[in-house]
């Protein structure tokens, strides 16, 4: 079991940026593919960024390219979601998620293996 917990949250103006972390319980944390979905009132959950264990492969939902950034921190177990020139369009709440494939398994809700509790973003415009 992998427990997950995100900070980092909040209310940003659009153009703004914020940066969320999600540190995850386990020392094999550097075994787990990582990314970063996000949740908007009424819709469902949508993928928005992952690594790969080693940091090497990254991917990015095509709204969120050259804007928004993931890292990890293997030392200390954390991932990072750098979110830059926001929009009011990225409101949501965001969810930490783990994986014990492949990194392309993370591109659908359906591949991850663990959850964080979520991180409420607004972007007011």
């Known amino acids: 079991q992998v427990q997950l917990v995100e900070s980092g949250g909040g209310l940003v103006q659009a153009g703004g940026s914020l940066r969320l972390s999600c540190a995850a319980s386990?020392?094999?944390?550097?075994?787990?593919?990582m990314g970063w979905f996000r949740q908007a009132p009424g819709k469902g959950r949508d993928f928005v960024a992952a690594?790969?264990?080693?940091?090497?492969?990254?991917i990015y939902e095509d709204s969120v390219k050259g804007r928004f950034t993931i890292s990890r921190d293997n030392a200390k177990n954390t991932v990072y979601l750098q979110a830059n020139s926001l929009k009011p369009e990225d409101t949501a709440v965001y969810y930490c998620?783990?994986?014990?494939?492949?990194?392309?398994?993370?591109?659908?809700?359906?591949?991850?293996?663990?959850w964080g509790q979520g991180a409420l973003v607004t972007v007011s415009s």
């Open positions: 386990r020392n094999a944390f550097s075994m787990y593919a």
């Open positions: 998620a783990a994986r014990s494939g492949s990194v392309y398994g993370l591109r659908q809700p359906q591949g991850v293996d663990f």
């Open positions: 690594s790969s264990w080693s940091g090497s492969v990254t």
